[in-house]
């Protein structure tokens, strides 16, 4: 169990490093991944909306897709399922549209 969360903290601590740099999508999801999968979901939320925004505003649907389904595992693991599924319904038809068959077979996580 430890490995896991260490690995994690080594993600968080290298995409902290690389937004020291300047804003990056890339570093601010997996970021935000990092700090949802070690019990930090606030701060997981404000990366994933940052990382969301600059994906919109690049037109990089995929990685969108990507990342409201995150989103809504964040909210899931809140406890709040309705405000998951908001994000998990955005995500759906972004992911019919790239032809993202795996992701749109991907159950949303969740205990």
């Known amino acids: ?23 990056d999508a890339m570093a601010l999801y997996q970021r935000g991944w990092a700090r949802s999968s070690t019990g930090q979901p606030r701060p ?4 994933l909306h940052r990382a969301l925004t600059m994906y919109q505003q690049a037109g990089d649907h995929g990685k969108e897709a990507a990342t ?19 994000f998990y319904d955005q995500a759906l038809p972004i992911r019919w549209e790239v032809g993202d068959r795996a992701g749109e077979a991907v159950p949303p996580a969740g205990p």
Do not use: C, K, Q, Y
Not at 44 to 47: I, P, Q, S, T
């Open 1 to 23: 169990m430890w490995l896991r969360t260490s690995r994690f903290a080594a993600v968080e601590a290298m995409a902290t490093a690389t937004l020291t740099l300047g804003p």
């Open 68 to 86: 409201l389904n995150n989103i809504g595992h964040v909210h899931v693991g809140l406890g709040d399922r309705r405000r998951a599924l908001d």
């Open 44 to 47: 997981a939320l404000e990366d």
